[in-house]
């Protein structure tokens, strides 16, 4: 994933004023016509930014990442440091969640929760009481479309099979080892319904995941010192 970061800085161009002065004109009369030009000034110099910069801002100065994990069901949105707004609001369209940051500093990582069956993510800004939406993305959860190569029957895998096991409360895949495991650890998952095990190999001989009930895709791997190795995958149809 690409780190985008843009730093925007506001820029004020004041007018300075020009005048004369006259006879009939006393220092008062000439205080009081230009307080309301510096009162102006003031306010120009406090937002920082107008509405037509607001209008103009792209994704790249305010939003420095986004994505979705589907394994705790968020959608995680990093912000640049000092971006030019008062505030930032993250919402999902079908979790129905929203997630409001008032003057943001920067630099931070925020989430909000999304619909583990898709949805839509949409990160709005607002300065000086006018909003605009930066960004949106739609997240779908994988498909047969999204499934790698199989690897089946590899001379250094230890699985000997793939069981599918209807429950009451859905479907599971048990991965049977008929082998001595060559490794220290074995991770095996599912990718449409995120099923996970992790264990220590010895005296394993089986390990279980949640799998969809339509179609998902079974992964394991052996994890020696830290370093993994995909011995098996293979596509199930329950």
Known sequence: MQRRSLLVGATASLAGLAG??????????????????????????????????????????????????????????????????????LTTSVADEKKQVRSPDGDELYSVPVDHQGDTLSVVVRLNESETEIYEDRWSPPTADDFDEEILDEDSSPVEDVEIIEEEMGYTAQVNFGAEIDATEIRINS??????????????????????GVEDEVTVATITNGDEEIVHREHLQP
């Open 20 to 89: 004369c002065a006259t006879d009939g004109l006393s220092d008062d009369t000439d205080s009081a016509a230009e307080s309301p030009a510096e009162s102006e000034t003031d306010t120009a110099d406090d937002s920082g930014l107008s509405d037509d910069a607001l209008a103009n801002l792209d994704e790249e100065d305010v939003v420095e990442f986004a994505n979705f994990d589907p394994a705790v069901n968020e959608a995680f949105v990093g912000i640049v440091a000092d971006p030019p707004v008062d505030e930032i609001v």
């Open 191 to 212: 990718t449409v319904a995120r099923g996970a095990f992790r264990s220590d190999t010895e005296g394993l001989r089986s390990g279980t995941v949640q799998i969809n």
